[in-house]
């Protein structure tokens, strides 16, 4: 599930404050060429909706493991986070246009190959070619919007850009749920073939050649792999721990080399000519504070959606298309969220907003945890996504509305990217507390993965209260979150 609020803004600040447009006069086509860029980010964020509803499916046609089910979503949003910020310094090194053809040539090709794939080796690799080509089109494409528009007109085709992450999700689980039913899961990937090549012949016709953004930026690949590589090892951790315990030698082995790998990437990020990220704002509240309610809200999400996914069709034996259905409320409950905080952030507070919009997720999580059945299921799980929607809003504003106006470039690329991290996280530690019902006949599972999500939302509810700012910055980043 991937609702975005103020969704990548930017990568870098060369792409929101200090645009290039290619002529004194504004582009004939920008709007079509903003239709069509907005149809390709829709594929990206739907992308991990449809695969949720059809993961049983999936499942059972390939013989998956539990672990490979897992790795089915994560793969895709942790080589997405992982490779994104790099990227969109690629766009910078030699020009968004070729960046956004490349990535959506990778990412429509990887969408075939994956929905022949007939065992989980080539399913799981099709997924990485996915997320690879996502890092490559959306911070690419986004930099290619704001080179184009300019003023009023920027911040109108910048609002319809981040409507497309509530849009994205409402139709995400009808899609999902109404090709899995009918001609079958692989059309999940198989319809962003034709839909991404008509999108690439129009693109590589319409868009401008424009010079590059920062002709001297440099690919720190070695940074990349070593952030990437670091959350593959978290995440390859909780999900074997499911199975082999958590308090195995290879599991602390495994989160040892991650903590490592992070030190390293630090490192490198202090030495490199062009560096991927400046960590340094990591550690300001603010930031520090959206990146860790983002990761929260992510979490969240995910374990509504993987949770709820299986329960419908393993326990209750809905089809997809009746599991797409039941989860509509889900995704309208997180747009009425976000809407309601994005209006009432400046007079409330990030704090207060922050702390209700976790309690009432760990009240909505707690719901389905006493009470496995399909009405207090879907009831539950609604009002968690509520809670989570909000979320969203409060970690945009607090993390971009506090900075400098020359950093609020970079501090969106570091939320965006820990989006997709605490999707990965989020699917792997449901999936290995949920292993019993994932694998089995029993409910108990589901109301051990349920009682987790509870419990985390309580828990980062005290951190919230603590950490959060009292108000939330009045800048580009608290204005433009009010929409998902």
């Known amino acids: 599930m991937t609702i975005r609020v103020s969704w990548r803004l930017s990568v870098t600040h060369h792409e929101i ?24 980010q829709l594929m990206l964020i739907l992308d991990v909706t449809v695969v949720a509803i059809a993961l049983p499916h999936i499942e059972t046609d390939l013989d998956l493991s539990r672990e490979a089910l897992t790795w089915t979503v994560s793969a895709y949003t942790l080589t997405f986070g992982g490779l994104m910020l ?5 766009a910078d090194l030699v020009g968004a246009r070729r960046v956004v053809l490349a990535g959506l040539l990778i990412f429509t090709v990887a969408s075939l190959v994956t929905g022949f794939a007939d065992s989980a080796g080539m399913l799981l690799g099709g997924r990485i070619a996915q997320g690879a080509g996502a890092a490559l089109l959306s911070p690419s494409a986004l930099s290619l919007l704001v080179t184009l528009f300019d003023g009023d007109e920027r911040n109108k085709a910048l609002g319809i850009w981040s409507a497309l992450g509530g849009g994205g999700a409402a139709l995400g689980v009808l899609l999902g749920g109404l090709l899995t039913a009918g001609p079958g899961w692989p059309w999940v990937f198989y319809v962003n073939v034709p839909i991404g090549l008509v999108v690439l012949a129009a693109l590589a016709r319409m868009l401008p050649h424009h010079g590059v953004a920062a002709p001297g930026a ?20 909780i999900t074997r721990a499911g199975d082999h315990g958590w308090l195995t030698a290879t599991t602390g082995w495994l989160l040892l080399a991650a903590a490592v790998g992070y030190l390293a990437f630090v490192a490198r990020q202090k030495t490199a000519r062009s560096p991927l990220m400046d960590v340094t704002l990591l550690v300001r509240r603010p930031v520090a504070t959206g990146t860790f309610l983002i990761v929260m809200a992510t979490a969240l999400m995910i374990a509504v959606f993987f949770l709820g996914t299986f329960y419908f069709q393993h326990a209750q034996g809905f089809g997809a298309l009746q599991t797409g259905l039941l989860f509509l409320p889900v995704a309208a409950a997180t747009m009425l969220g976000a809407d309601l905080t994005g209006r009432a952030i400046a007079r409330a507070g990030a704090r207060r907003l922050a702390v209700a919009g976790l309690l009432t997720a760990a009240i909505g999580m707690a719901v389905p945890a006493l009470s496995t059945h399909t009405a207090t299921v879907v009831a539950g799980t609604a009002l968690a996504a509520a809670g989570t929607g909000a979320l969203f809003v409060v970690a945009s504003a607090t993390a971009l509305g506090q900075v400098a106006p020359h950093e609020s470039g970079i501090a969106s690329g570091i939320v965006s990217t820990f989006h997709e991290f605490g999707a990965s996280i989020g699917a792997a530690a449901i999936s290995s507390v949920a292993a019993a019902s994932l694998v089995g006949d029993t409910l108990s599972g589901f109301t051990d993965g349920y009682v987790l999500a509870a419990v985390a939302a309580g828990a980062a509810a005290l951190v919230a209260a603590v950490l959060t700012p009292g108000r939330a910055g009045t800048g580009s980043g608290a204005a433009s979150a009010r929409t998902p």
């Open 17 to 40: 404050h200090e645009p290039s447009p290619p002529d004194s006069s504004a582009h004939p086509s920008r709007w079509r060429i903003l239709a069509f860029l907005g149809v390709a």
């Open 86 to 90: 790099l990227g969109g310094r690629l």
């Open 218 to 237: 440099r690919l720190d690949v070695l940074g990349a792999l070593l952030v990437t590589a670091s959350s593959g090892a978290v995440i390859y951790a």
